[in-house]
């Protein structure tokens, strides 16, 4: 019996098989880069992420529109750092105003207007928190 010719065509597969074998090597390494390259990039973009979030509380409130007046950044401050609702006292306090009934109006009057302008809520007579 001639067993060449199982030779050969076995010969024939193995190549085949080689050649697809490398042909998936390639791929494999091409992926492995592309994998790397994607993972960077996440990565990347998780630092800025977390890095504009602390940037964020550090960032003045910026609202357009806002009347021409020193105190409204300041308020809108206060709003940022608040747990709950402010009133118009605790928004002098966070001013540094003293607590004067004068001061304290105007704070209120303030805090009025921009509940006209929709940047505040009046949760509750007298108790204002910023609009969600």
Known sequence: MNIQPLLDALGLQE???????????????????????????????????????????????????LPEHPDYPGILTAFNHAAGPLRAKDVCEALGHELLPKNIEGARAKLKRLVKLDVLTEVDVGSFTRKQ
């Open 15 to 65: 190549d085949a098989a080689r050649a697809l074998a490398d042909d998936l090597r390639a791929q494999i390494d091409d992926l492995q880069t592309r994998l790397r390259q994607a993972e960077m990039h996440l990565e990347h973009l998780a630092i800025t992420r977390k890095t504009v979030t602390a940037l964020a509380d550090r960032l003045p409130a910026h609202t357009p529109g």
